[in-house]
């Protein structure tokens, strides 16, 4: 069963999507923060979640490696 993802986990989730095709490479957690109007620690927070659920994926100790799986 898939857990349902909170409304930060889909606005950062589209925040990634958009920030990637308007630049065409994966946005820093800066970024995202920015654009969702959260915090870098609360994004980081969301994001080790919905990789946890198979949702994106990202190399360890590497900026700029999150890339959505769907």
């Not at 994004?43 to 900026?63: F, M, S, W």
Request: proline share 6%; charged share 20%.
């Amino acid at each position: 069963m898939i857990a349902r993802q909170s409304d930060s986990q889909v606005r950062i989730a589209n925040a990634m999507r958009e920030l990637a095709d308007d630049f065409g490479y994966p946005p820093s957690m800066r970024e995202v923060a920015a654009s969702v109007g959260l915090s870098p620690s609360t994004v980081a927070y969301h994001l080790k979640t919905i990789e946890e659920r198979g949702i994106i994926t990202h190399t360890p100790q590497r900026n700029r490696t999150y890339q959505l799986l769907w």
